[in-house]
């Protein structure tokens, strides 16, 4: 996959969270909602810090807008100076080490965010809440992507 296809999954993420944030509050369960939000972004920032180190990747900031906009920024970033095909080692949350490539890892978190967007939905769908947003890759690359 090329590192520019790879920057398109962040933009996309981007984009889609935002969307998410923006009726956070007024979801059925919003704290629940929002301990949702704030693990789909934390979980950007934690595999951010396993590609590249704990003291080069800052925590993220409280209000959950700015943690959208840095977790993305640091992705896109580390994104157009590396080499998408290194191994990362890290250790993760079991206390397993793993080897994995930089592409596979910005795969597995932008496809993580997507999982957890449809789990917002669900909890949506289950309150009788129509009011979510329409986040699928195919409707932001109609509304974003040139030529599309």
Known sequence: MSRETLIEGFVYDRWA?????????????PTRASGIFRHIVGA????????????????????PGQA??????GWVELLQTCDPGAFVAYTNLQGESHFNTVEQIARHVVNHGTYHRGHLRGLCEAAGFAGFPETDFIRFAREELPGV
């Open 17 to 29: 969270n935002e969307r998410w944030l923006a009726i956070l509050g007024d979801m059925p369960d």
């Open 44 to 63: 950007q920032n934690t595999w951010l810090k396993r590609c590249l180190s704990e003291e080069e990747v800052p925590d993220l900031p409280e209000d």
């Open 68 to 73: 959208v906009i840095q977790a993305h920024e």
